[in-house]
């Protein structure tokens, strides 16, 4: 039986202890489900894709993506992984009896490294603010998008962005160094280090860039900065 069909058939107790559980978990007040609040969730720029979610889940941290992930897993209810919504081909939209988990309360820079030239951030930071955190240092964020103020760093690993600055700096997959995830079932998957060259078994950062959430969720990622150019 699918996750969906298990969501179909589920009874409205069940639904407000599934939701109950979410709220221990999170917190009454990250965990939405009035239509006109979560109406932002299901919908993209375009307003072309539209759709549907039992609710809204808000974690804060690495450990409360695990709970909520894991509550799901053990309940068969499909989430949604989402970021700050900026894609236009639907990819970040839920489909009905899902859940949305989103990654804006994941939004704290930890650390900037100006003599490694690193920065490591939750996935809810947002591009511009990356960028921002970096130019104090005299440095720059690789990324550069039109939708910079509302991509965050977990949307760009996920869908391998590339942005103005590819030609020069390459895409998300070339600049991320170190990463931090949640599997399926609920597990976390750490790989981090701040080298550069880094041959030790796989590529674990490389290899969820670009996988649009369908292998993990990222809730924390250490990438390259860069030098400014310069006009000559």
Request: charge should be negative; hydrophobic fraction near 45%; glycine fraction near 12%.
């Amino acid at each position: 039986m699918s996750p969906r069909t298990l969501v179909e058939a589920r009874e409205p107790a069940t639904d407000a202890r599934f939701l109950g559980a979410l709220a221990e978990i999170v917190g009454e007040a990250h965990v939405l489900t009035d239509p006109e609040l979560i109406e932002g969730y299901t919908r993209d720029w375009t307003g072309r894709w539209i759709g549907d979610a039992i609710a809204v889940v808000r974690p804060a941290d690495t450990a409360e993506v695990s709970a909520v992930v894991t509550t799901c897993f053990e309940s068969g209810i499909p989430i949604t992984p989402q970021g700050g919504n900026t894609g236009l081909v639907g990819g970040g939209i839920p489909s009905a009896g899902s859940v949305v988990l989103s990654t804006r309360r994941l939004d704290s820079i930890e650390t900037v490294d100006p003599i490694g030239r690193t920065i490591a951030a939750g996935a809810g930071v947002t591009v511009a603010r990356a960028d921002l955190a970096a130019s104090a240092h005299g440095l720059r964020f690789g990324i550069d998008l039109a939708s910079k103020e509302s991509a965050t760093l977990g949307g760009i690993v996920a869908t391998n962005a590339g942005g103005t600055r590819m030609v020069r700096y390459g895409n998300t997959r070339a600049q991320i160094l170190g990463i931090e995830a949640v599997l399926a079932d609920g597990s976390v998957l750490s790989r981090w280090t701040p080298l550069v060259k880094d041959n030790v078994g796989y590529d674990i950062p490389g290899l969820l860039a670009g996988s649009e959430g369908t292998l993990a969720i990222v809730t924390k990622v250490l990438m390259k900065l860069v030098t400014p150019a310069t006009d000559t």
